[in-house]
């Protein structure tokens, strides 16, 4: 009975042992994480991660802003001053994001967390990685991966009709691996020498819903009798913050069928 006890005793110490080293191991793993994302970034490197950044809220139906909550542990050896924040996306580009509240630098206590509120629209990384990336004053900082919701649109057809030069006609899809509804605001044509459009006259009228796996022909009202033969673009805006464009080599009288492009948000 004593060996067993022996044992016993033996096995909860060496389970503690290996409990605290596994907790030695992912703060030495996520502190280097966050050190790789700062060197691959080109950011300084901090000299002490002590910011933890606990949530990141996405609204799919407003693509333009997000939330950010971070909070200062109360281990944390001083009060950290947070000086930026950005998003790294799978693009390889960092956007600082400009617009903040509250505003920065901003000066968290021991204990203390805070949710800002970030004007940055994420609707073109859509479906997609984004790391967040929390610069403070003295070394401390932090990174945060989320994934985006899947949101956008698809042209299905897109013609100027040789009968006439007087309208187009758009077909977009909401897909059904879409995350949400959207509600079409704005159909406008860019051409190639910088002149734009705001389409008018739609049939059927505007804003229109587009609901999950439906889709809609638009029929737009537009002279374009005068830009034969010329590069155009069609954008397509959405009132949740997304902008999607559609575009064709040239406008000549016989039918053309418009190429999709990526999903890109509302600025």
Request: one cysteine or more; charged letters at 20%; a negative charge.
């Amino acid at each position: 009975m004593k060996i067993s006890r022996n044992l016993n005793a033996i096995s909860k110490i060496l389970f503690i042992l290996l409990l605290l080293l596994a907790m030695i191991i992912g703060s030495i793993f996520s502190y280097l994480l966050v050190i790789g994302y700062y060197i691959n970034l080109g950011i300084e490197v901090p000299e002490n991660t002590t910011l933890s950044v606990t949530d990141v809220a996405l609204d799919i139906q407003n693509a333009e802003t997000f939330n950010i909550t971070i909070l200062n542990p109360t281990y944390s050896p001083t009060e950290a001053k947070i000086t930026e924040i950005s998003v790294a996306t799978q693009d390889n580009k960092v956007h600082k994001i400009l617009n903040v509240d509250p505003q920065r630098p901003y000066e968290l206590d021991k204990g203390q967390e805070e949710t800002f509120n970030c004007d940055w629209n994420w609707g073109d990384y859509a479906g997609e990685i984004l790391k967040v990336i929390i610069i403070a004053e003295d070394g401390s900082g932090a990174v945060y991966e989320i994934e985006t919701a899947l949101v956008g649109l698809e042209v299905t057809s897109a013609f100027f009709m040789t009968s006439g030069t007087q309208h187009f006609n758009v077909t977009i899809k909401n897909p059904e691996g879409s995350a949400s509804d959207l509600n079409v605001t704005k159909i406008t044509v860019s051409m190639e020498n910088g002149t734009d459009f705001d389409i008018r006259e739609i049939t059927p009228s505007i804003p229109k819903l587009l609901l999950i796996d439906t889709s809609t022909t638009f029929v737009c009202s537009w002279n374009w009798t005068y830009y034969r033969g010329m590069n155009a673009t069609i954008n397509v805006y959405t009132s949740q913050g997304y902008e999607f464009h559609l575009t064709e080599t040239r406008l000549n009288q016989r039918n053309y069928r418009l190429q999709t492009l990526p999903l890109i948000p509302l600025l």
